[in-house]
């Protein structure tokens, strides 16, 4: 077993959907260790997916009152891991099963295998002016800094997305304002775009903005900014569930429009799916090689990802660059 760069094994990562969290408990993984998750008493409940009497899989049982109940001998354990019930005694061992701290927040299920405190989440995850909705695709093979930086890197689109974001051979200058501080950092990029017609001679300055921000070690936002604020904002949290597995929880957030929010949903995702596809097999195939990696004029936020994960601040700064996007 690999060890974690610091800052990512002392992550919060989401678990489950809150809501979505039913009478059945759920397999998860978290850093290579097995977990289960399930509706207890007090609200959702994350244990080590290992009974304390002979080590089955927790998962494999049943939740009975908030209580998940092991399949080998029907010990019920509660949300905090306390052994409530051994069938056919009255009387109750001193044992817990090994309970994770559990946070609900921004509709998901949090846990840690650490002590840290519970982070920052971007702003646009608990904006209740917004349209928001949580996309959960499959986890896959991935390294999960590799994941981190794909959904933040600005040079793979023409090549890895060809004209579903980017026209392969149509490049426009674009000017990139970077920031790096100790609480994460940023790539702005401004493409100077005249649309012709009345409203861009009204509006000189009009301009398209596009901001990729890193939480790190692993939550990712890249919002799409017009003349008036917000118009998308795709901020993804990715699970280390295994070494070379990750597992996304995708936040789409839009402003409330003409347009109900199921169907901005459907269209998202149905918009979204072939580039998730698209990335999945990158990602795959480089998760395939080791060693280490060159830096480049576009990897704007690579090293600041990399440093971060390691719970090494890179030193803060702040430029411009040219580049064509
Ligand atoms: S192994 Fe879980 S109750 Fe025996
Ligand atoms: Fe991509």
């Avoid at 001679?201 to 900014?225: C, K, M, N, Q």
Wanted: a positive charge; glycine letters at 8%; one cysteine or more.
């Amino acid at each position: 077993m690999v060890s974690w760069p610091a800052a990512v094994a002392a992550g919060w990562y989401p678990v489950a959907v809150a809501a979505r969290l039913g009478r059945r408990p759920l397999a998860r993984r978290l850093l290579d260790e097995p977990l289960v998750v399930f509706a207890g008493a007090g609200g959702p409940a994350v244990l080590r997916d290992r009974c304390p009497h002979r080590a089955m899989p927790l998962s494999a049982g049943r939740v009975d009152a908030g209580r998940i109940v092991c399949p080998y001998h029907g010990w019920a354990f509660d949300g905090a891991g306390t052994c409530r019930h051994v069938p056919g005694s009255t009387g109750v061992p001193a044992v817990r099963a090994d309970a994770l701290p559990t946070r609900v927040a921004a509709g998901l299920v949090w846990t840690t295998l650490s002590d840290a405190p519970f982070p920052r989440l971007p702003a646009v995850m608990e904006d209740a002016t917004l349209d928001r909705f949580w996309w959960t695709p499959r986890a896959s093979a991935a390294r999960v800094l590799d994941a981190v930086e794909n959904h933040l890197d600005p040079a793979h689109p023409h090549h890895v997305h060809p004209w579903i974001v980017r026209a392969p051979h149509r490049r426009r200058r674009t000017r990139v304002l970077v920031t790096i501080d100790a609480a994460g950092a940023e790539a702005t990029y401004v493409e100077e775009r005249r649309a012709g017609g009345l409203l861009s001679r009204l509006f000189e300055g009009y301009r398209t903005t596009s901001t990729g921000r890193l939480f790190p070690p692993t939550i990712a936002d890249v919002r799409f900014d017009g003349p008036d604020g917000l118009r998308l904002s795709i901020a993804v949290v990715f699970v280390p569930e295994a070494t070379g597995v990750t597992r996304p929880y995708a936040h789409f957030a839009t402003p409330r429009g003409r347009w109900p929010a199921g169907v901005k949903r459907a269209l998202l995702t149905a918009f979204h799916y072939p580039i998730l596809m698209q990335d999945r097999r990158v990602l795959a195939r480089q998760a395939t090689r080791a060693g280490p990696y060159a830096t480049g004029p576009l990897d704007f936020l690579g090293p600041a990802i990399w440093s971060l994960a390691h719970g090494t601040a890179p030193p803060p700064d702040s430029y411009e660059a040219e580049i064509w996007l």
